[in-house]
């Protein structure tokens, strides 16, 4: 049994910092690549950053420059350092890991979302 398990979300003014973290529980070895997602009411899921095991990253353009991702592969945690915070920003957070059970396939996990809140 796995779970991605978020903190660090809240209320912050816009050009605040907010630190987010995912912690896996279970039986984990290691997962390869993390990251996390975001979903504003009314729109679709979509990208913030993502991490490899091998710590490249990618971060959406959106956010570039503001945020920046990180983990510890031993502990199989991962942090989203968000900083300059704009309204826009806004969104339910979602911690996303992939696991690899084979060279053919992946099992993915989702935390249950944590709330992230920029005001003007």
Same mark, same amino acid.
């Given at each position: @049994?796995?779970?991605?398990?978020?903190?660090?979300?809240?209320?912050? @003014?816009?050009?605040?910092?907010?630190?987010?973290?995912?912690?896996?529980?279970?039986?984990?070895?290691?997962?390869?690549?993390?990251?996390?997602?975001? @979903?504003?009411?009314?729109?679709?899921?979509?990208?913030?950053?993502?991490?490899?095991?091998?710590?490249?990253?990618?971060?959406?353009?959106?956010?570039?420059?503001?945020?920046?991702?990180?983990?510890?592969?031993?502990?199989?945690?991962?942090?989203?350092?968000?900083?300059?915070?704009?309204?826009?920003?806004?969104?339910?957070?979602?911690?996303?890991?992939?696991?690899?059970?084979?060279?053919?396939?992946?099992?993915?996990?989702?935390? @249950?979302?944590?709330?992230?809140?920029?005001?003007?």
């Amino acid at each position: @049994q796995v779970q991605l398990v978020e903190s660090g979300g809240g209320l912050v @003014q816009a050009g605040g910092s907010l630190r987010l973290s995912c912690a896996a529980s279970g039986s984990i070895f290691s997962f390869n690549t993390m990251g996390w997602y975001r @979903q504003a009411p009314g729109e679709q899921r979509e990208l913030v950053a993502v991490i490899t095991a091998g710590g490249s990253t990618n971060h959406a353009e959106s956010v570039k420059g503001r945020f920046t991702l990180s983990r510890d592969n031993a502990k199989n945690t991962m942090s989203l350092q968000m900083n300059s915070l704009k309204p826009e920003d806004t969104a339910v957070y979602y911690c996303y890991a992939e696991l690899p059970t084979s060279s053919w396939s992946i099992r993915r996990y989702w935390g @249950q979302g944590t709330q992230v809140t920029v005001s003007s």
